[in-house]
């Protein structure tokens, strides 16, 4: 997966109102072989979008040509529950969502999220309930969402949303945790010379 920085994103977005949303839902376990990020966006909600036939399910929102580009998840509350695997977040990642946003985030899912550049925007349910009702309405809708201010927008509404600060840092200039130690290495020698 290659690294990318984010600042700021502005984005239609795809509605998925159900809460508690599994990583099994997500990702299916059957789906979990493959030892690159690669490929999973393409069984991103399987069971959801498919029939046992591999046949779209019509009324699934991933099979709506309304909301095609969107880089934008709006899920219900509690999305990325489960199991702790990381491959749930690379298949968000992997077919084309950068952010996610919902009502709560189960802290695992979080964490891989935000090791996968995707950015979990967690927001109160008021402002979840009148993004999600906007959204169906206006599938058009531009949100935007901005890391260093750390707010997301749409029409007249906006809400801050809250972020580790390492993260933050690690989202904004494209770092792992490897990156993050490299890009220290002026300060550490400095450190060093200066107590040795």
């Known amino acids: 997966m290659s690294k990318e920085t984010f600042h700021v994103l502005t984005s239609t977005a795809v509605p998925l109102p ?3 949303v599994d990583t099994d839902q997500i990702i299916p ?3 979990l ?3 690159t990020r690669e490929g999973f966006g393409d069984n991103l909600f399987r069971d959801w979008r498919f029939t046992a036939d591999n046949e779209p399910i019509k009324d699934f929102v991933l099979n709506n040509s309304r909301y095609a580009g969107a880089q934008i998840l709006v899920a219900g509350k509690n999305f990325g529950m489960g199991s702790s695997r990381e491959h749930a977040a690379w298949a968000i990642h992997d077919y084309g969502f950068r952010v996610v946003v919902s009502s709560f985030f189960a802290d695992i899912f979080r964490n891989n999220a935000l090791n996968t550049f995707v950015l979990p925007v967690q927001v109160s349910q008021l402002f979840l309930e009148a993004l999600l009702t906007a959204v169906e309405q206006d599938p058009t809708l ?3 969402v901005d ?3 750390q707010t997301i927008s749409f029409g007249e509404q906006s809400e801050t949303f ?5 993260k933050k840092t690690c989202l904004m200039n494209g770092y792992d945790d490897i990156d993050y130690l ?3 290495n002026a300060d550490i020698r400095e450190f060093d010379q200066a107590h040795a």
Do not use: W
């Open 18 to 20: 159900i809460e508690n």
């Open 182 to 184: 490299l890009s220290l």
């Open 29 to 31: 376990a059957r789906f």
């Open 33 to 35: 072989k493959a030892t």
């Open 147 to 149: 890391l260093p201010a």
């Open 162 to 166: 809250a972020i580790n600060t390492y």
């Open 142 to 144: 531009q949100i935007v």
